[in-house]
């Protein structure tokens, strides 16, 4: 059974730093693209980040350039968003998803879904 757990969200004040993980089970990284969406209330999910070994590096949407970092440890199956400069826009629930091609930042292209974590950044 595929199956991806998100943890590492919580409360942090704007310019803060948090890490979350993405461990995935039922099957393995290779050949699979993981990515990081979020939802905020009233939004649509927004695809944020992408790794894969199709691609010759990590993707970013330009919200997030230059403060998120996305990582992944092919040994223990899990993948990391390390978010830096957090702002209060950053508040949303965190999803990871993968699917077993190239990145796409369209949600309606991931076929696993972990549970998500919620993030939220004060002023």
């Known amino acids: 059974e595929v199956q991806l757990v998100e943890s590492g969200g919580g409360l942090v004040q704007a310019g803060g730093s948090l890490r979350l993980s993405c461990a995935a089970s039922?099957?393995?990284?290779?050949?699979?693209?993981i990515a990081w969406f979020r939802q905020a209330p009233g939004k649509e999910r927004e695809g944020i980040s992408c790794?894969?070994?199709?691609?010759?590096?990590?993707l970013y949407a330009d919200s997030v350039k230059g403060r998120f970092t996305i990582s992944s440890d092919n040994v223990q199956n899990r993948v990391y968003l390390e978010m830096n400069s957090l702002k209060p826009e950053d508040t949303a629930v965190y999803y990871c998803?993968?699917?077993?091609?190239?990145?796409?930042?369209?949600?309606?292209?991931?076929?696993?879904w972990g549970q998500g974590t919620q993030v939220t950044v004060t002023s």
């Open positions: 790794i894969s070994k199709r691609e010759s590096r990590p």
């Open positions: 039922g099957f393995t990284f290779e050949g699979y693209a």
């Open positions: 998803a993968a699917r077993s091609k190239s990145c796409s930042s369209d949600s309606n292209d991931y076929d696993e």
